[in-house]
């Protein structure tokens, strides 16, 4: 899968927010430099660097003739990844949907403190592509910190495009309004055991013999884990129909679970 350049670093400043639901909140940022960003970004993940204070500006990393990433001093800031909602080319804001988790996190608390003017710093956007153009079918599946890349996805298919979304929520308020091809079912569950049931049953009456069907699954480490089991031993999905990408994991910050993410990613089952 062809990998987006990314661009240098560069500040984003807090223009302003909206509450989605009690969990979800979006923040429209304008970016000191845009290139580098348009709709093709939709879904794309980024890397957001927070500062040590919330009215400070992050440190930003730079790179030395090598081609290394430097931090000013050593001091690598607090990084969290995130990804691109919606760029508005015109208004020139960078909308990022954050889950306001209820585990103190420091993104999360920064969102919810976040007012007008407030900086972060920000890479990307890049990574791998999250789910394949020519597939025949499309299978989406993720809680609410994959909310975000599957809103985007469910933009970016076919109009006559063909599929199903199971989103895992906690409380029925959670849900909020998506766009989607008509041929798309959208699930909403509340979060239970039965889970992954469902969709297994449900993955019972596609022909996955004569359809090409692309699977995105992100969210929740041990979700991710189960689900691309089935995906992969069950039915065999290519792994480049597959984009299986655990986006937190419970119990763990993002420094020390981003080495186990990349490990996951890379084993084969
Ligand atoms: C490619 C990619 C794209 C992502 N895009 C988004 C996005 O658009 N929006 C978004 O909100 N998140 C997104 N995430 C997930 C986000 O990076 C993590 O949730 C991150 O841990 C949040 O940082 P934090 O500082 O709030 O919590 P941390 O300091 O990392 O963790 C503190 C505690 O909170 C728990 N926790 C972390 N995230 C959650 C959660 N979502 N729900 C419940 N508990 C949690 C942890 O298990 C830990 O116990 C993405 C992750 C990846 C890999």
New binding site residues.
Partial sequence: MALIPSPAARYITVHHTQRLSSS?HRVYFRPEDCSGLSAEHHGA??KLF?PDQISHRPLLPSRNAQGKIIWPEGKKP?T????V?QFLAEEQLLA????L???????????RHAQPGHVLGLAGPG?QARFHPNAEYWILVG???????IAATLEQLPTDAKGQVWLEINAPHEQIDLLHPTGVEVHWQITNADFNEKIKTSLQQLNWDTQQISVTL???NARVIALRKIFRQQYHVPKSYLYA?????????????HQQ?HHVMDTDD
């Fill in positions: 979800l993940h980024i927070f607090v969290r990844t995130y990804t909602r990022i949907d954050f889950v988790h209820p585990t103190f996190g420091i993104a999360a608390d920064w969102a990574g809680d609410l910190s994959a909310l975000a890349m992100a969210g929740e990408v655990p986006y937190w994991k419970q119990g763990e910050t993002e420094e020390n679970y993410r």
